[in-house]
């Protein structure tokens, strides 16, 4: 995990893959790293960063996490309802959970949830265990949430008609 003051921006680092190209004269040696950026405070981006060096590819990919944040709807310290979310073949259920359950969720779900300020939740992982899909399959999960006030702005209503009935 590594953690920046930039207004209070958490990264954490999901996965690091070394690739090989072989070459007439040898080996190249280059690395991606993939990366999830969040403010703790409900907004959160991923990315992945190629280089020839595994620090700059952190860099580059944690840059490009920054800059494509979508916002994630919270309800106090959990989700507002239990959303599913696919990518590939790797599927995460997310749902809500009490005041002090905390994040009971695997490696890769945990650090998305972590950076989101997601801080009670319970998540479930299917299919390929890869961590990239598996992120990408929880910040789809997290796409779908909607507020209640985008609930009710959808619907032409205004929170209370929504809660009544």
């Known amino acids: 995990m590594t953690t920046k003051k930039e207004n209070e921006i958490v990264d954490f680092v999901v996965d690091v893959n070394r690739i090989t190209k072989v070459t007439k004269g040898g080996k190249r040696f280059s690395f991606s790293a993939f990366v999830v950026s969040g403010d703790r405070q409900g907004n959160i981006g991923i990315a992945l ?6 620090t700059q590819a952190i860099s580059k990919a944690t840059a490009k996490a920054r800059k ?3 916002a994630v709807p919270l309800r106090n310290t959990t989700l507002p309802y239990d959303v599913i979310g696919r990518h590939g073949s790797s599927k995460v259920v997310l749902r809500s959970a009490f ?9 890769a779900v ?3 949830m972590e950076a989101a300020g997601v801080e009670d939740v319970l998540a479930k992982t299917f299919g390929a265990a890869n961590r990239q899909n598996v ?5 789809n999960a997290l796409a779908k949430l909607r507020s209640a006030e985008q609930l009710a702005h959808l619907r032409g209503k205004t929170v209370k008609e929504i809660v009544k009935g």
């Open 110 to 112: 945990r650090s998305v």
């Open 49 to 54: 960063g190629k280089s020839r060096e595994v």
């Open 135 to 139: 992120v990408k399959a929880t910040l």
């Open 68 to 70: 494509n944040m979508i």
């Open 99 to 107: 005041k002090g359950t905390g994040v009971i969720a695997g490696g």
